[in-house]
């Protein structure tokens, strides 16, 4: 078990950057990865971004060059910087601890972009 907090989230304007950051009640070491996924109103949860303890990162198409994930394992932290954002990024954006088996989440923290 573990749990997670997110926060950074807020209101910001197109082409504006949030930063996100979500710690865990425990080492993050050993999970098999670390993820950010979004959801938008009336659709389903996205991910956005994962990162493995080697330091392997996979983006969704629609973040990559613009979204950044990294760790912090002394700190148990995982961060989201996110660049140029956009209207269509608005969404809650959730923390996930992700085993293979079961995946653990974080609350969310509200991410609102206006044009």
């Known amino acids: 078990q573990v749990q997670l907090v997110e926060s950074g989230g807020g209101l910001v304007q197109a082409g504006g950057s949030l930063r996100l950051s979500c710690v865990a009640s425990r080492s993050i070491f050993n999970f098999r990865a670390m993820g950010w996924y979004r959801q938008a109103p009336g659709k389903q949860r996205e991910l956005v971004a994962t990162i493995t303890g080697s330091g392997a990162r996979n983006y969704a198409d629609s973040v990559k060059g613009r979204f950044a994930v990294s760790t912090d394992s002394a700190k148990k932290t995982v961060y989201l910087q996110m660049n140029s954002l956009k209207p269509e990024d608005t969404a809650v954006y959730y923390c996930?601890?992700?085993?293979?088996?079961?995946?653990?989440w974080g609350q969310g923290t509200q991410v609102t972009v206006s044009s």
């Open positions: 996930a601890a992700l085993t293979g088996i079961n995946n653990y």
